[in-house]
């Protein structure tokens, strides 16, 4: 059996965030095969306290971000918790916080601070908005980004705003997170040379939202509407089958004939509003306002096989709740089960990257509140008296 492809083995990162941007970024580095130690306060992250939980201080969001991390208590109240993280930085590649600016400052954990302890380190802000900014020192949390990145401003074009039902904005953000760390360990390894990484949540968020939407604004002066009209119009949404509901996107011209032949209604290959991608595109609202009657005539399953024999986009609405039971997801493993030493029997989300084919394994599961700290001061050279002084 060939051994599994770790990429950031030999990596060592030291986590001084919180919730969720930062410890789902540092997860991802955690199952791609880096050392992540969670360094935490002795009250632990806020999201251990958060329901369901079989024990304290093990609720089941923080389990799904802190798999493959060890998990240290450091009071940076105190003198020795502050040595102790200091120690800790001089081992590490990669030193990631999202306190705010000057909170890290006032510990003695701004960039200048810790290179002054480890050069060559890779220094990772993460915050809700850029230093150059007078939102800088703002609070942030993902709702709070939602609006400000103008997320919550698309569901107006058609209603009122609204937020996404998801932690979104702190899920992009946390992803850019991890992408700006392994480049900035590639750039490294050639140059020698640590990097300053500064990834706010809102010009991330807002960045990410004007990839389609930015539109006419691209020239300058402006030419042509903002946004892009197919994504705009109410008319793009799920629709109601005979017995359920479906997504079904033809794109392709093909598509779309194919589309409206087996629809009863082929006159409509003809209409030159539909006759190329930007025709369609131009009259999105037309377009997608024939479907709900169109597709109300058949069940879900003659359109899926329509659809999967035309090599036409579509798929039925698949309950998330249910979602480890969908044929494709039970065939990946999209959900793994496991034995944890202290909460028993559990499901994780896998990481959904494969290297070499492999899926990233469970080198540790998730700990508990400053399981490791003996273990990791050990390993620095720290005696048990000395251990049991930082612990008291």
């Not at 390894?189 to 500064?198: D, H, N, Q, Y």
């Not at 990839?211 to 946004?227: A, K, M, N, W, Y």
């Not at 793009?236 to 392709?252: K, N």
């Not at 997801?329 to 994780?348: I, M, N, S």
């Amino acid at each position: 059996m060939k051994p599994l492809a770790l990429c950031l083995k030999g990596v060592r990162v030291v986590d001084l965030t919180t919730v969720i941007m930062g410890p789902l970024a540092t997860r991802m580095l955690a199952d791609m095969g880096a050392d992540v130690i969670w360094v935490e306060s002795p009250d632990g992250d806020v999201l251990r306290d958060y329901e369901p939980m079989r024990n304290p201080k093990m609720g089941a969001f923080s389990m799904s971000v802190s798999r493959n991390k060890r998990s240290v208590v450091l009071d940076l109240k105190t003198e020795a918790g502050c040595e102790a993280l200091r120690e800790l930085i001089a081992t590490a590649d990669v030193f990631v916080t999202n306190i705010r600016r000057k909170a890290i400052k006032r510990l003695g954990f701004d960039e200048d601070k810790v290179r002054e302890v480890r050069p060559d380190i890779v220094y990772c802000m993460a915050n809700g908005f850029g230093s150059g900014g007078p939102n800088a020192d703002k609070t942030a949390y993902d709702d709070v980004i939602q609006a400000a990145s103008g997320l919550a401003s698309t569901f107006a074009w058609n209603g009122e705003p609204q937020l996404v039902p998801s932690i979104l904005a702190d899920k992009v953000a946390g992803v850019h997170v991890a992408f700006a760390i392994a480049a900035a360990l590639f750039d490294r390894a050639r140059s020698g040379k640590g990097a300053t990484l500064e990834i706010p949540m809102a010009e991330t968020m807002a960045a990410f939202n004007l990839v389609e939407h930015l539109g006419g604004q691209t020239f300058r002066p402006q030419h042509g509407d903002f946004s892009y009209s197919r994504i705009r119009t109410p008319h793009r949404r799920p629709r109601r089958t005979q017995d359920g509901w479906i997504v079904i996107l033809p794109y392709s011209t093909d598509n779309w004939h194919r589309f409206f032949e087996f629809a009863g209604q082929p006159e409509l290959k003809h209409d030159e509003r539909f006759a190329s991608g930007g025709e369609r595109i131009k009259h999105s609202d037309e377009l997608y306002g024939l479907l709900d009657d169109i597709v109300k005539t058949k069940t879900t399953s003659e359109w899926l096989d329509f659809c999967d024999e035309h090599s036409i986009p579509a798929s039925e609405i698949v309950d998330l709740e249910k979602i480890g039971e969908h044929p494709h997801f039970a065939a990946v493993g999209l959900l793994q089960e496991d034995e944890h030493p202290t909460e028993g029997a559990y499901r994780y989300v896998r990481d959904p990257i494969l290297v070499d084919g492999e899926i990233a394994p469970i080198r540790h599961h998730s700990p508990q509140l400053g399981a490791d700290t003996k273990e990791v001061m050990r390993e620095l050279g720290w005696d048990d008296e000395r251990i049991k002084d930082l612990l008291d």
